[in-house]
């Protein structure tokens, strides 16, 4: 199964703000309302911040009626303040949705994304990729799901 697509990697995010950074990337899944997932990923965000520093945030939630984990991903070259752990802006944001239902795999899967991105040679590869194939690629290969 793929977590990820092309039509899922937005390579040229315009957003100026944290909130209409993940607007953007939300609305290229477009097989889930997007105000369910602002819902859902901006309650998760009141929590505290899912940038994990690095210039990367991971912004994560559980939707009831998903069948199975899904990836969409948002590339900024300027950076967006996105109230990150180190205080830098963010270039990278990681969008996930889980099912209601699966407590493991959520974490599971956020590991991965956490551990994957810490990886200065997966941060350049995202931010220098030319095409959105390449990451597709490039996370097939290091991110899975059991």
Same mark, same amino acid.
Do not use: W, Y
């Given at each position: ?33 997007? @105000? #369910? ?5 901006? =309650? ?12 990367? !945030? $991971? ?43 699966? @407590? #493991? ?5 956020? =590991? ?12 350049? !590869? $995202? ?20």
């Amino acid at each position: 199964m793929r977590l990820l697509t092309p039509e899922h990697v937005l390579l040229d995010c315009g957003a100026n703000s944290k909130r209409a950074l993940i607007t953007e990337i939300a609305n290229v899944l477009t097989s889930i309302d997007p @105000d #369910r997932v602002m819902e859902v990923v901006m =309650a998760r965000e009141h929590l505290g911040s899912t940038g994990i520093g690095h210039g990367v !945030a $991971i912004p994560h939630g559980r939707m009831p009626d998903l069948q199975s984990p899904i990836i969409a991903i948002g590339r900024h070259i300027q950076g967006v303040d996105f109230d990150s752990i180190d205080g830098e802006p963010v270039h990278i944001v990681v969008l996930l949705l889980v099912p209601d239902s699966d @407590d #493991r795999q959520h974490l599971e899967l956020l =590991a991965q994304l956490a551990r994957t991105l810490q990886q200065s040679s997966t941060r350049e !590869a $995202i931010l220098h990729a030319a095409d959105a194939e390449s990451i597709v690629g490039m996370f097939s290969e290091r991110v899975r799901i059991e």
